[in-house]
Nanobody, 120 residues
Framework: QVQLVESGGGLVQAGGSLRLSCAAS????????MNWYRQAPGKQRELVAR???????NYAESVKGRFTISRDNAKNTVNLQMNNLKPEDTAVYYC??????????????WGQGTQVTVSS
């Protein structure tokens, strides 16, 4: 099925920017939602941004106005542009592909994650 690989993480100073990329081995045109999640130490994995197949986007309130998710179905990639980074953004970021199987069931595919560290 869909294989996902994240890249672009690293160390950046507060106020800096990073661009994360997620490359899919297969077509994502039929994937209902492409998402970016993140997980900080001691915290649950949280949804950061979502891009639906219809073109709509959603963001966590904590990143709204700073992060931008973009989905390129032709290139089978999803990117996350992160600007004005804060130390609170430090986490492992994961790419997620979600396909609706039934109205009550979805199939999720996950990348291995990429570390983002923001220094103060």
């Amino acid at each position: 099925q869909v294989q996902l690989v994240e890249s672009g993480g690293g160390l950046v100073q507060a106020g800096g920017s990073l661009r994360l990329s997620c490359a899919a081995s297969g077509s994502i045109i039929s994937i209902n939602a492409m998402n970016w999640y993140r997980q900080a130490p001691g915290k649950q994995r949280e949804l950061v941004a979502r891009a639906s197949s219809g073109g709509s986007t959603n963001y966590a309130e904590s990143v709204k106005g700073r992060f931008t998710i973009s989905r390129d179905n032709a290139k089978n990639t999803v990117n996350l542009q992160m600007n004005n980074l804060k130390p609170e953004d430090t986490a492992v970021y994961y790419c997620n592909a979600q396909r609706v199987i039934t109205p009550r069931s979805t199939s999720d595919y996950w990348g291995q994650g990429t570390q983002v560290t923001v220094s103060s």
